[in-house]
């Protein structure tokens, strides 16, 4: 029987936010995709905040996991602002070896239906760059989250530190310890965006 995988880019990219929100609790792979390119360039209109969406671009390469899921109501209306496209094996490339789990299913990619950049009444928060962030850090492989940040579109529109909020703006966002929270700025301030921040 086929299954379905997702290659994702953003806030699945978290083990807590796969878990919690979405009660996803299969092992993921990290994956490289080429001919996309992420950026902060997707609205959701109820949350009033800008996700990560990905851009046909030959020319670049886009860090993910392989998130094996059936494509059933509830994932959809977790990316209800995308459309499901089918990518290529030839495509995808596996950093750890290609995963006996992948061997038969077809690789899905979120694209979005809009490109809208980060304004101030939609900002990027750091609650989702935390949550993509920590993900790019479970997978262990050390330079993942410059490699992320430096391959990802948008720094320099609306991006808002909501750390210290009450309620953090991304709903979804995966709870970072202090320590987490100052090793992705490391990485933030090491790839050159950390200045783009509002406070």
Known sequence: MS????????????????????????????????????????RHLEELTTHAGAIRDNGSTMHCVLVPTELNDDIRE?????????????????????????????????????????????????????TCLIGCIETGISDWPVGFILATAGWEHCWVDDRNYETPIYVRAAVLSAAEQERVDDFLDEAGVLEHRRK
């Open 3 to 42: 299954r379905d995988f997702i290659l994702s880019y953003g806030s699945l990219l978290s083990r807590q936010s796969r878990v919690d929100y979405s009660a996803i609790t299969a092992d993921v792979y990290p994956a490289l995709v080429s001919g996309w390119k992420r950026g902060w360039c997707v």
């Open 78 to 130: 977790r990316e209800k602002y995308y459309d499901f496209v089918e990518v290529e094996r030839s495509d995808v490339e596996f950093p750890e070896g290609v995963p006996d789990a992948a061997a038969e299913g077809k690789f899905w990619i979120c694209q979005p239906k809009a490109i809208q950049f980060p304004d101030s009444d939609f900002p990027l928060s750091q609650s989702y760059v935390d």
